[in-house]
């Protein structure tokens, strides 16, 4: 067997919508190695503190890694300033890390959304360079991005609220399930900040 085949991916459909209240991020849960389903229960959005998610598309093993160097980087960060961390110094530090990669053999392999609030709701994608640009409506990463997109552009509207973006998401992530095949899963995760903070939740996908 070759490698590449033993590398486990997460081919992956994440989606982050700007709410007029807060930011909601999907993902669903299929994560491949080469043909192999490896996992149907793949976790692919983490809190990163108490106002800020990241969602993860590209190789497991580079994903895990950035989640543990940025939680810690943010930490420490916080630590050393004595206050909560924007989303965009976060999205700014993930981009860096990132960055450093290029000049390894390999970069990391990924394609990430970091959101959350400060004194607004903010979202931010990010490629494997570091390349780094905040979207005001929505955004979608992963093999099934195609699809989720056109339902996002369908169902988007500027006041959408919390509860509106979360169903939104959900069709968006059902749509690139039924025609991607890196995305699938026996559910999906929903990630919701607010003012109040983080709530992270799973829905069943029904058969």
């Keep these: 067997m070759e490698m ?13 919508i700007v709410c007029k209240d807060g930011v909601v991020v999907a993902a669903e849960k299929k994560a491949t190695m080469g043909h192999l ?26 994903n895990d890694s950035l989640v543990r160097v940025l939680r810690a980087e943010i ?11 924007s989303v965009g110094a976060a999205a700014t530090l993930l981009s860096n890390i990132l960055y450093s990669g290029r000049w390894t053999f390999i970069p990391y392999m990924v394609q990430l959304i970091i ?16 390349a780094k640009e905040e979207q005001t409506t929505f955004f979608a990463t ?21 509860k509106e973006a979360e ?33 992270i939740k799973t829905i069943p996908l029904q058969k």
């Design 37 to 62: 389903v490896a996992s149907k229960e793949a976790k692919k959005i983490f809190a990163l503190n108490d106002r800020i998610m990241l969602t993860t598309a590209g190789l497991s093993a580079d």
């Design 167 to 199: 169903e939104l998401a959900i069709k968006a992530i059902k749509s690139a399930v039924e025609r991607d095949i890196g995305s699938g899963g026996n559910a999906i995760d929903i990630g919701i900040v607010t003012e109040r903070g983080i709530e």
């Design 4 to 16: 590449k085949n033993l590398v486990k991916k997460t081919g992956t459909t994440t989606v982050g």
């Design 115 to 130: 959101a959350g609030i400060d004194e607004k709701p903010r979202l931010y994608d990010l490629d494997a360079y570091g």
């Design 75 to 85: 930490k420490l960060y916080e630590l050393q300033h004595k206050k909560r961390i």
């Design 142 to 162: 992963g093999s099934g991005s195609p699809f989720a997109l056109g339902v996002l552009e369908a169902g988007y509207s500027r006041d959408i609220s919390v």
